[in-house]
Each structure stands twice: as structure tokens, then as C-alpha cells.
């Protein structure tokens, strides 16, 4: 993925207020922030209301782990602004179409091609619409298609009823079964509805109509597991709970979740599956970044931190705990009481 270098688009960010880690009274409420260049904020389009765009470039945000798409929308002339930014999922490709799906999505046929030199067969796609469901398994030898092609099928066995256009000669084909899977390409939003049970998908919103909260740094994904209906009532003792139906997520904590099934969600991995293993290389790199040093809590005064003083070099002297004297290394400090009801499995991470 390559950045482009024109600047980000003005209408789409704005100035953000360096607080250095404090809050409004001044007091340090996190630690081991401040300085930095200063950054740019850009709004990001979570909704993806807009059915059709064009991926026109990629860029980079200083605000989160993942870089951005910019897209261009030239079929809504409703919409003041033709820009707008999303998640840059693995695999998206400069000048792709990306979609929004909310009421249908077309099928896919599977192509198989012959090679008479080996007996190896290569997978390829071509998209076409089935108007019988007595096509759905059919054989047609040596026919002749081409790249770009619109066809339809009716009948099996009849090459009379496979119209196509002639665009590049792409070889001897055997149509050799519908699969009936779903067109969806990295960067494609549609509702959970949608995605069958193994997708892997990003951006994923937990309220219908509102901002993405899961899966939204580089690298994650949430995996869909399967598809629950709710239609009693009793089901939930949450009344809000009680609609259409859900659909129970894999989160990249470990935890499964169910979540509307008409939520919206983007369909891929999020790009740069690397930053988290980056090297910064030097220290400057870190300031750059708006991060201040930290000091071990064993190098540091009694009167400052817990596992402070003590002759020559100690490991603390007790299990590890902030400043604070909190409990760290892994220990759980979610109330037990409270409960979600849409969490199926806890956490593992």
C-alpha cells in the first residue's frame, strides 16, 4: 500500500488541542504523554450511507494504527461533500469500487479453466445472475468466454441460452457449478444480516445507525459465528433486546458477542497487520509520537511508587502494582455483578 502525497482533505479535518495527558484542572490524569507534532483530526465515514464510491487514495492517520481510504463519490449529487474517509481493509486496490449493500447482494458463478498441457486446473471468478434454480448445477464443455462478459444462464446444457460481450479472449472454459456465494470485495459495508458464518469483517457497529466501536485497529478482525433469531420474548429479560434477530460475533479479545443483525459492518481485515510488531528504531521516533519516558517503578523513590528503594538492586519485593499500588500483570478488575447479556463468552485475552 503506498500513501498518497497530496494533503488530506480540508473539509474532512480539523485542529486538535494538545492536552499533554491532563485534564481540565490541570492535573496529570495519564501518564507519559506529551509534546509530539502536532495532529490533524479526520472524520471518518461510519455509516457508509452513500450505496457506491471510488477508492481514489490511501493516507495516513496520525490518530489511530490504520490508514484510511479516501473515496470519492460521483454518482450522489446530493451530497455536498464528494470525499470521504473510511478504514483501509488488506486488499484494497487503488481506482476498486466498494459498495453498500442493505437489500441484496448478486452471486457469483465459479469458472473452472481446462489446460490441455497439464492437468492442473486454475479457479477463476465471473460474476452473472441465475434466473432458474435449475441451473444450479450444470456442465457446458468447450464454450468460449471472455473477460468482461455479461451472461445469463436459464436451462443447463444449452449453449443457446448463455448470451455474452466479447471483451479480451480469455481461453476455453467449463462452466462447472454455482456456488451461489456472495460478491463481496475488501472495503464493502453491508448489514450483519449479510455475512455468512466464517467472514471475517472490521468496523462493525454494536447499535444500528450509530459510530463502529468493534475491530477498528490495524490489523483485527471480527469473525462471524452463526446467525440467532429471537422470537419470543422470553428469550431475554431485556426488552430492548427483543427485535428481528443477531448475530454472534467472534471479537478479537476471544469474547463472543451477539449483536443486531442489522448493524453495519465492513467486510475484510484492517490493513497494516504489522504495526503492532514495528520497530521505532530510536527514541525521537517515540517523541515524535506524543510519547514521554517511563521509568521503572523499582528505579524510583519508596515515597513515589511501591517498589521504590531498598539496598542495591530489588525486584520490588511484592507482586507487581502501579503507582497506585493497583494490582497489574493480567489481574481482572470488572465488576462481576454487573452483567451484559449479549456477551455470550467472556474474554480470553
Given amino acids: 500500500m503506498k500513501f498518497s502525497t497530496y494533503?488530506?482533505?480540508?473539509?474532512?479535518?480539523?485542529?486538535q488541542i494538545q492536552k499533554g495527558g491532563r485534564n481540565d484542572q490541570g492535573k496529570i490524569t495519564v501518564r507519559h504523554r506529551g509534546g509530539g507534532h502536532?495532529?490533524?483530526?479526520?472524520?471518518?465515514?461510519?455509516?457508509?450511507?452513500?450505496?457506491?464510491?471510488?477508492?481514489v487514495?490511501?493516507?495516513?492517520?496520525?490518530?489511530?494504527?490504520?490508514?484510511?481510504?479516501?473515496?470519492?463519490?460521483?454518482?450522489?449529487t446530493s451530497i455536498q461533500n464528494k470525499y470521504s474517509?473510511?478504514?483501509?481493509?488488506?486488499?484494497?486496490?487503488?481506482f476498486q469500487e466498494v459498495y453498500t449493500y442493505e437489500k441484496n447482494i448478486p452471486k457469483r458463478i465459479i469458472i473452472l479453466e481446462s489446460i490441455l498441457t497439464s492437468q492442473s486446473v486454475i479457479k477463476k471468478e465471473v460474476y452473472?445472475?441465475?434466473?432458474?434454480?435449475?441451473?444450479?448445477?450444470?456442465?457446458?464443455?468447450?464454450?468460449?468466454?471472455?473477460?468482461?462478459m455479461q451472461f445469463k444462464i436459464t436451462p443447463?446444457?444449452?449453449?443457446?441460452?448463455?448470451?455474452?460481450?466479447?471483451?479480451?479472449?480469455?481461453?476455453?472454459?467449463?462452466?462447472?457449478?454455482?456456488?451461489?456465494?456472495?460478491?463481496?470485495?475488501?472495503?464493502?459495508?453491508a448489514t450483519l444480516s449479510f455475512f455468512e458464518p466464517g467472514d471475517f469483517i472490521h468496523a462493525v457497529q454494536s447499535v444500528p445507525e450509530?459510530?463502529?466501536?468493534?475491530?477498528?485497529?490495524?490489523?483485527?478482525?471480527?469473525?462471524?459465528?452463526?446467525?440467532?433469531?429471537?422470537?419470543?420474548?422470553?428469550?431475554?429479560?431485556?426488552?430492548?433486546?427483543?427485535?428481528?434477530?443477531?448475530?454472534?460475533?467472534?471479537?478479537?479479545?476471544?469474547?463472543?458477542?451477539?449483536?443486531?443483525?442489522?448493524?453495519?459492518a465492513t467486510f475484510g481485515i484492517v490493513s497494516t497487520t504489522f504495526f503492532h510488531s514495528k520497530n521505532l528504531r530510536k527514541a525521537g521516533r517515540s517523541r515524535w509520537l506524543g510519547f514521554r519516558p517511563s521509568v521503572r517503578g523499582v528505579a524510583i523513590n519508596p515515597v513515589d511508587h511501591p517498589h521504590g528503594g531498598g539496598q542495591g538492586k530489588t525486584?520490588?519485593?511484592?507482586?507487581?502494582?502501579?503507582?497506585?499500588?493497583?494490582?497489574?500483570?493480567?489481574?481482572?478488575?470488572?465488576?462481576?455483578?454487573?452483567?451484559?447479556?449479549?456477551?455470550?463468552?467472556?474474554?480470553?485475552?
Avoid at 474517509?85 to 487503488?94: E, F, Q, T
Avoid at 452473472?128 to 468482461?148: K, V
Avoid at 433469531?229 to 426488552?239: C, F, G, L, P, T
Avoid at 502494582?321 to 485475552?349: A, C, D, E, H, M
Fill in 7 to 15: 494533503r488530506s482533505v480540508i473539509s474532512l479535518r480539523k485542529g
Fill in 85 to 94: 474517509y473510511i478504514l483501509a481493509p488488506s486488499g484494497a486496490k487503488i
Fill in 315 to 349: 525486584s520490588g519485593g511484592r507482586p507487581s502494582v502501579t503507582f497506585k499500588s493497583w494490582p497489574t500483570k493480567g489481574q481482572p478488575t470488572r465488576n462481576k455483578k454487573r452483567k451484559n447479556i449479549l456477551i455470550v463468552t467472556p474474554r480470553t485475552k
Fill in 128 to 148: 452473472g445472475e441465475i434466473t432458474q434454480d435449475s441451473a444450479l448445477f450444470f456442465c457446458i464443455p468447450e464454450m468460449h468466454f471472455y473477460i468482461g
Fill in 210 to 264: 450509530q459510530n463502529s466501536i468493534f475491530s477498528r485497529s490495524a490489523g483485527s478482525f471480527c469473525q462471524v459465528i452463526n446467525k440467532v433469531q429471537v422470537k419470543n420474548k422470553e428469550d431475554y429479560s431485556n426488552s430492548e433486546v427483543n427485535k428481528k434477530g443477531y448475530v454472534t460475533l467472534r471479537l478479537p479479545s476471544g469474547s463472543q458477542r451477539q449483536v443486531d443483525s442489522n448493524a453495519k
Fill in 156 to 189: 443447463p446444457g444449452n449453449s443457446d441460452d448463455i448470451s455474452f460481450y466479447k471483451d479480451s479472449y480469455l481461453g476455453d472454459l467449463y462452466v462447472w457449478k454455482n456456488e451461489s456465494f456472495k460478491v463481496l470485495q475488501p472495503g464493502d459495508a
Fill in 38 to 55: 502536532k495532529q490533524a483530526f479526520r472524520f471518518i465515514n461510519w455509516h457508509r450511507d452513500q450505496k457506491k464510491a471510488l477508492i
Fill in 57 to 76: 487514495g490511501f493516507e495516513y492517520d496520525p490518530n489511530r494504527s490504520a490508514p484510511l481510504i479516501k473515496l470519492y463519490h460521483n454518482t450522489d
